[in-house]
T-cell receptor, first 112, second 113 residues
């Protein structure tokens, strides 16, 4: 079956540091890939997505590239802020509104 | 604005009691999902529905049931609550077509004592 693996953390960085959160997947087909973010006490919000190989998703300074050859979708940001402290989930899904398969989540703490 | 709401936000119940968690969305999405979130496991799918009168089991469906009598609501019922069902529960909805995101509710924190 399909699965998503990501570094669980916690990851602690200083403000303005470079962020990478690794995500790899196993899929039986050709899924779309997503990064969701969960701020404390809230539900999940879409951060970015990519629907096919070599696509790059980007939002709020975060980027991730769909790498089919390495089955990866690593999340990066050049300079993190304290407000980026949250839990980040990598996920995959197929078209036609099917359910998501989530990774375990990575907790990020950014210190001032 | 369209939204998805869960109620209650917090619930404490006793072992063996039946509990129902509500989920209501106003986007008119065909697809709705229930997940539970536990440390170290991320989000795991409990049940899902692709339309009215359609329900399907997810990977952790034992002890849970859902029903879909209209487009807007997908209530989740714990038939006989167990301590292992202490968790945070999230409802989500998504259009039935296209490659779009899912929209999540704020979550319900359930404690079974």
């Amino acid at each position: 079956g399909d699965s998503v693996t990501q570094m669980e953390g916690p990851v602690t960085l200083s403000e303005e540091a470079f962020l990478t959160i690794n995500c790899t997947y196993t899929a039986t087909g050709y899924p779309s890939l997503f990064w969701y973010v969960q701020y404390p006490g809230e539900g999940l919000q879409l951060l970015l997505k990519a629907t096919k190989a070599d696509d790059k998703g980007s939002n709020k300074g975060f980027e991730a590239t769909y790498r089919k050859e390495t089955t990866s979708f690593h999340l990066e940001k050049g300079s993190v802020q304290v407000s980026d402290s949250a839990v980040y989930f990598c996920a995959l899904s197929y078209t036609y509104g099917q359910n998501f398969v989530f990774g375990p989540g990575t907790r990020l703490s950014v210190l001032p | 604005d369209a939204e998805i709401t869960q109620s209650p936000r917090h619930k404490i119940t006793e072992t063996g009691r039946q509990v129902t968690l509500a989920c209501h969305q106003t986007w008119n999405h065909n697809n709705m999902f229930w997940y539970r979130q536990d440390l170290g496991h991320g989000l795991r799918l409990i049940h899902y529905s692709y339309g009215v009168q359609d329900t399907n089991k997810g990977e952790v469906s034992d002890g849970y049931s859902v029903s879909r009598s209209n487009t807007e609501d997908l209530p989740l019922t714990l038939e006989s609550a167990a301590s292992s069902q202490t968790s945070v529960y999230f409802c989500a909805s998504r259009p039935g077509t296209g490659n779009t995101e899912a929209f999540f509710g704020q979550g319900t924190r359930l404690t079974v004592v």
